[in-house]
Structures are given as structure tokens and as C-alpha cells.
């Protein structure tokens, strides 16, 4: 079984700049997550996808990050535009069914300077 | 405002010997909980978790113990071996909004050395 494939692993940007991040999960998982996790943290939850729609976004900066979960399958994160906080690494997730049990990627780190 | 607490940054063990993890949770309404382990530039693995309506899950080398009186579990690995050599997270569940919603600690850093 594959698993979430997320692309780029690595990017470096300049501040103000903008910065896309793709997610491809597990197929069949309904639930999508993305969690941003800074240097020395613990990842946290940025938005919440459930099939096509928005579970929860309470946590996501909506002035410069948009995301969307494109026919209930992939996802792209979006910053525009980055700011040095912004630095992290962007975990994509996903789940078949409610058990807590989230399948990550690898995650795409972003530094940004 | 930290629900979920992982109080030590990092751990070191000797190989053979066991290693004990904590964490401590503020909010009653989680109802499960999970640790997940990290290798360096890899995502988050699942581990091993616990209902809230155990004390004890039992896998392989790994146990976690749950105690809800004290909203604190913790993660024996024994006997601990290098490739245990990882950051570990411990997380929470709770449902709100019709949805789960799972809450990480910072992770303690754990070293087996050989």
C-alpha cells in the first residue's frame, strides 16, 4: 500500500514570497490533515479536511494560508505571503476511519529568509 | 494553552535497559490516546494507543500505562534497543464538532545507546 506522498521535501523562499505545498494520501482515507511543526514542537493541526469538505480550520492563519482538498483526493496548502514564523515543517496526514491512528508523509519543510 | 504535556525534552538509556516516557493531559474530555514515534526527516509513525477506558495496552516490547486520576500516561519500552532511538510523541483524542480531533505533545527525544 502506498503512502502519503507529499512534495517538495525541502523549500526556501524569501519573506513576502509565496509557497504551495501538494499532499496525495493514502487512497480510500477519507480524512486529510495538515499540521505544521515548528523546530522543538509538537505538530500542530492546521486544518481538517473530511472527504472534499472543511472539518476544522479554527487553527489556520485564513489572512495568508489557504488550503483545499481538491474531488476528496489530493491537497495543496498555500502561503502567500510567508513570513519568517512561517518556518516549519508541513505534515500532510490521513485516515481511513476514526481511530487517531494518522498515516503522515514525510513532510515538506520551508524555510523561509 | 498546552493540553497534552511531554515534560522531558529528551531521555537517555542504556541498550537492554527500559525506557519510560511521560505525559500528562488537563482535558477530561479526551478519550483516547496514542504515541507516535519520528525518525529525523520521516513523518510520524503510530506506535501503539489506549482507550480511556483501560489502564493498560499491552505491545510487543511497548506498554502504555493510563492513570485518569492523575491524567497521566507514560510509555514503557523494554528492553530498549538502538533503533528505539527516536522522538516520541504522545497525543490525544477528542471528539467535538462531529469530528476527531488530536491534540500532540512537544515530544521527548529518546537515545538508546549501544
Known amino acids: 500500500e502506498a503512502g502519503v506522498a507529499q512534495s517538495p521535501r525541502y523549500k526556501i523562499i524569501e519573506k513576502r514570497q509565496s509557497v504551495a505545498f501538494w499532499c496525495n494520501p493514502i487512497?480510500?482515507?477519507?480524512?486529510l490533515y495538515w499540521y505544521q511543526q515548528i523546530l522543538g514542537q509538537g505538530p500542530k493541526l492546521l486544518i481538517q479536511?473530511?472527504?472534499?469538505?472543511?472539518?476544522?480550520d479554527s487553527q489556520l492563519p485564513k489572512d495568508r494560508f489557504s488550503a483545499e482538498r481538491l474531488k476528496g483526493v489530493d491537497s495543496t496548502l498555500k502561503i502567500q505571503p510567508a513570513k519568517l514564523e512561517d518556518s516549519a515543517v508541513y505534515l500532510c496526514?490521513?485516515?481511513?476511519?476514526?481511530?487517531?491512528?494518522?498515516?503522515f508523509g514525510e513532510g515538506s519543510r520551508l524555510t523561509v529568509l | 494553552d498546552q493540553q497534552v504535556k511531554q515534560n522531558s525534552p529528551s531521555l537517555s538509556v542504556q541498550e537492554g535497559r527500559i525506557s519510560i516516557l511521560n505525559c500528562d493531559y488537563t482535558?477530561?474530555?479526551?478519550?483516547?490516546f496514542l504515541w507516535y514515534k519520528k525518525y529525523p526527516a520521516e513523518g510520524p509513525t503510530f506506535l501503539i494507543s489506549?482507550?480511556?477506558?483501560?489502564d493498560k495496552n499491552e505491545d510487543g516490547r511497548f506498554t502504555v500505562f493510563l492513570n485518569k486520576s492523575a491524567k497521566h500516561l507514560s510509555l514503557h519500552i523494554v528492553p530498549s534497543q538502538p533503533g528505539d532511538s527516536a522522538v516520541y510523541f504522545c497525543?490525544?483524542?477528542?471528539?467535538?464538532?462531529?469530528?476527531?480531533?488530536?491534540?500532540f505533545g512537544k515530544g521527548t527525544k529518546l537515545t538508546v545507546n549501544p
Open positions: 482535558n477530561s474530555m479526551f478519550d483516547y
Open positions: 479536511f473530511q472527504n472534499n469538505g472543511v472539518v476544522d
Open positions: 497525543a490525544a483524542r477528542r471528539f467535538q464538532g462531529g469530528s476527531e480531533k488530536l491534540v
Open positions: 489506549i482507550s480511556s477506558i483501560k
Open positions: 496526514a490521513s485516515s481511513p476511519f476514526l481511530t487517531g491512528e494518522l498515516f
Open positions: 487512497s480510500g482515507h477519507a480524512t
